[in-house]
Structures are given as structure tokens and as C-alpha cells.
């Protein structure tokens, strides 16, 4: 799991009182693979997770006995969201035992949407296509390999589950990977507002201070203080993942010559090869558009391949930016190119 324990405790009020859905095949799942998951189903219970656990293998593995030794409350149930109900409102975990049945199949899909279920989380055999999350219209629209799988998590999450997890059967310890990292282990399919570009806040200043503070120590970015973002919100933008701050981008607009600067570009080293900075970039682009911006430049040192490569910018002399801005870089001795990309009105 990963390090980052305020990332990992912020999920604990989340998950209090919500309702997991969890389908496996015990027979078929590596020993220790079934162990670690049961301890998870612990920690989750102590968290006050409300659990629901559909049985689809043969009663070889004997997951009633396993569940009994790890001292799980637990009680057996039918398929049906009334009974379950009821035993998950006593506190205990809801375990129904249902050979062969699918594991994304109608009944388990009505059971978790009659419930109200928060996740439905499925422990299949090996890894699937997807990356680590996949809006529901995306998987639905999905022609890759896994194709037939994510078109059913789609639909399934797009019909009122909030969140599809995809996990891998044999990975010990895989679903507090999953559940109490940003990124996870699996293939997530969400339909609600897993991640979001928005302004920052100024609760947001300390947080993004201290993501950004190796890169500005490194000479990566331009060293900047508390007071100076404060006086700039209106400028940066955040990038959230389940909530959490991960990136960020700043657009510093100017009149002389009308044009804007695209700055303070981070992703959390944790969550790169994602995508998150082309998509930081094209927020900062879409709102110079807003602003009637007709171009904007960026300074780098290290990104200029990036930039030209992938975002469609190009070079651009030092005399065609503003004077202010000439002036700073100067100043600051570093050796930036500068590169700039015009925006389509």
C-alpha cells in the first residue's frame, strides 16, 4: 500500500457507513491470497465499512469456517436486499453463499444497486485492461482487450453503482491496495467525480506548497511562498484525485503583450505516466480561451520535449514575452527556454 498515510486516512470517514459489495471465488483464490483478504475484510469492518460478501465458488474452501476464525461478525444470508439489510444494520457482515453465480451478473448487480452499494468489487482470475480508473462512459465505449468485461462494468456503474472495481484474485492484499490508495492496484470504473480539475482554495496553498517544494529546491520550478500564491489564487488550478491534491498549474495572464504564461506545472511523482499533466495544461489553455487570451508561453528547462512533442507548442524568442517576465528570468540566472502555443479563439 502505498506511503502517503494522509492520503490513506482520508479515506477512513469516507467508507464509514457506506456498503462494499465484495463477489469471490474462495475455492479458486491462492491461499494466501484468500487470508490476506479476509484480514482486509477485518480492517475494513473496524472502519465501519457496512459488508456484503457473495460467494460464488464451491463450498470447498469452507469460507463460513475461515470467516469464523477471524473473528468476523458475520451472518448468512439470502439473495436477497431485505435480509441483507438487515443484517448489516446489526453491524454484522452479510455472507451469501451462491455457486456459479456471475460475478457482474443481474442478480449480484440488483442486490448491490437495491442496497445502495457505494463499490462493487469484483476478485477475478488475473489482471484486466483499463488502466487504474475508467470513467463508465469510457468503458463502455471500450475496444481494447477486456473489452467484454469493461463494457459490462460500464454499464453496471453507469446504472447507479457509483464505483466498479476490477481486482486481481491472486495478488495478496490486494484490496486495501485497492481501497486506500488513489491511484490502486486494479482497474476502478467510476461514474462520480473521481477526478476533478478545479480553482484551488486557500485550505489547498499549504498542501500544494508541500508537493511542489522538492521540484523548487531542485531548481525545477520557480521557488514560491505562501503569500505569493494567496495573493495569486485566482491563477493556479488543482488537480484531485479521490479528493486528494496531486497536481497543480498556474495561468499568470498579462497585457503587454496580451498573452498569459503557463506555470507551476507539477504531478506528484506517485501519480505520473497517468496523463494528469496534459490535462493540467489543457485546463490552463481552455481558460486563456475563456479570458480571450490569444496565446500563452511557458518557461522550462527540463519539459521543453513535452511541450513541443506532445502539447503542440513551439519556440519562441525571449523578446516576444513580456518585459516583466524578461526581466525575472534574468534574474533568476536560469537557463529556461521558452516556448509558446497559440490559442484557437
Known amino acids: 500500500?502505498?506511503?502517503?498515510?494522509?492520503?490513506v486516512l482520508q479515506y477512513i470517514p469516507s467508507f464509514r457507513g457506506k456498503i462494499f459489495v465484495l463477489v469471490l471465488n474462495a475455492a479458486r483464490m491462492p491461499e494466501l491470497?484468500?487470508?490476506e483478504a479476509l484480514l482486509d475484510l477485518i480492517a475494513l469492518q473496524q472502519v465501519g465499512v457496512r459488508l456484503v460478501v457473495i460467494s460464488t465458488g464451491s463450498g470447498e474452501a469452507k469460507i463460513d469456517h475461515l470467516l469464523i476464525d477471524g473473528e468476523l461478525k458475520w451472518q448468512a444470508a439470502a439473495l436477497d436486499a431485505g435480509s441483507v439489510s438487515a443484517i448489516l444494520n446489526r453491524g454484522q457482515l452479510a455472507l451469501i453463499e451462491s455457486p456459479g453465480l456471475p460475478f457482474l451478473g443481474d442478480e449480484v448487480v440488483g442486490l448491490a444497486a437495491g442496497l445502495g452499494a457505494a463499490k462493487l468489487i469484483s476478485l477475478i482470475?488475473?489482471?484486466t485492461e483499463g488502466g487504474n480508473a475508467i470513467s463508465s462512459e469510457d468503458a463502455v465505449a471500450w475496444k481494447g482487450d477486456g473489452a467484454t468485461l469493461l463494457n459490462r462494468a460500464g454499464e453496471v456503474c453507469a446504472g447507479g453503482i457509483p464505483r466498479v472495481h476490477l481486482l486481481d484474485?491472486?495478488?495478496?492484499?490486494?484490496?486495501?491496495?485497492e481501497l486506500f490508495s488513489n491511484e490502486g492496484v486494479g482497474?476502478?470504473?467510476?461514474?462520480?467525480d473521481y477526478l476533478s480539475i478545479r480553482p484551488i482554495a486557500p485550505d489547498d496553498i499549504s498542501e500544494l506548497l508541500a508537493m511542489v517544494g522538492r521540484s523548487m529546491r531542485d531548481a525545477h520550478l520557480v521557488p514560491r511562498s505562501y503569500e505569493e500564491i494567496e495573493t495569486s489564487l485566482q491563477d493556479f488550478l488543482v488537480l484531485t484525485i479521490d479528493g486528494n491534491v496531486v497536481g497543480c498549474v498556474a495561468l499568470h495572464p498579462s497585457d503587454e503583450p496580451k498573452c498569459a504564461e503557463v506555470a507551476c506545472l507539477y504531478v506528484k511523482q506517485s501519480h505520473g505516466g497517468q496523463g494528469y499533466g496534459h490535462l493540467l495544461v489543457e485546463a490552463a489553455e481552455k481558460r486563456?480561451?475563456?479570458?480571450g487570451i490569444p496565446w500563452v508561453f511557458a518557461l522550462s528547462t527540463r519539459a521543453v520535449d513535452y511541450f513541443t512533442?506532445?502539447?503542440?507548442?513551439?519556440?519562441?524568442?525571449?523578446e516576444e514575452i513580456p518585459f516583466a517576465r524578461q526581466e525575472l528570468l534574468k534574474a533568476s540566472g536560469r537557463e529556461s527556454l521558452v516556448i509558446r502555443k497559440k490559442i484557437a479563439s
Not at 187 to 192: E, F, L, P
Request: a negative charge; glycine letters at 12%.
Open 187 to 192: 482497474v476502478m470504473v467510476y461514474a462520480d
Open 309 to 318: 512533442g506532445m502539447l503542440g507548442y513551439n519556440s519562441c524568442p525571449v
Open 33 to 35: 491470497a484468500l487470508a
Open 125 to 127: 482470475p488475473g489482471p
Open 169 to 177: 484474485e491472486s495478488r495478496q492484499g490486494v484490496l486495501m491496495d
Open 288 to 291: 486563456a480561451g475563456e479570458l
Open 1 to 7: 500500500m502505498q506511503s502517503d498515510v494522509r492520503a
